[in-house]
């Protein structure tokens, strides 16, 4: 069954509005890569005196599976990891993680808790399409 996750994806606080688009688009691009169901891209404003020029964070919405999720978590910490200062934050339902650096072991709690919620589908946050 599909889940709706959502995503903040922050190039951090040193990125410019250019930059900032482009790991947005690096993310996605690895996203759409991958088969996921669904992405969706909203930019949320910037929070005063940064340097990206009023877009900050993207929120993604991405629609995964149970077999996809491990592939999807591992994205966002390669994203991560690419560049020291950027961010991921994974909102599933209420829960909350932040992607990045997870060990073996809270991976794997991860997907277990992924999939033991994952037991119908749902409409995306927010509403539909």
Do not use: C, N
């Not at 690096?26 to 759409?32: G, I, N, R, S």
């Not at 991560?80 to 829960?95: K, M, T």
Request: charged residues 30%; aromatic residues 6%; hydrophobic residues 45%.
């Amino acid at each position: 069954m599909t889940r709706y996750i959502e995503v903040l994806a922050d190039a951090g606080p040193d990125a410019d509005a250019q930059a900032q688009e482009e790991a947005r688009a690096e993310l996605v691009a690895a996203l759409d890569e991958l088969g996921v169901d669904e992405v969706r891209v909203r930019e949320l404003p910037a929070p005063p005196g940064s340097k990206s020029g009023g877009l900050t964070t993207a929120e993604i919405l991405v629609a995964v599976g149970p077999p996809l999720f491990a592939a999807v978590v591992a994205a966002f910490e390669s994203w991560v990891q690419w560049a020291g200062s950027r961010q991921v934050r994974v909102r599933i339902g209420e829960d909350e993680f932040e992607a990045a650096r997870l060990t073996d072991a809270e991976r794997q709690r991860l997907l277990d808790h992924f999939i033991s919620r994952t037991t119908r589908a749902e409409e995306p946050p927010g509403g539909g399409a």
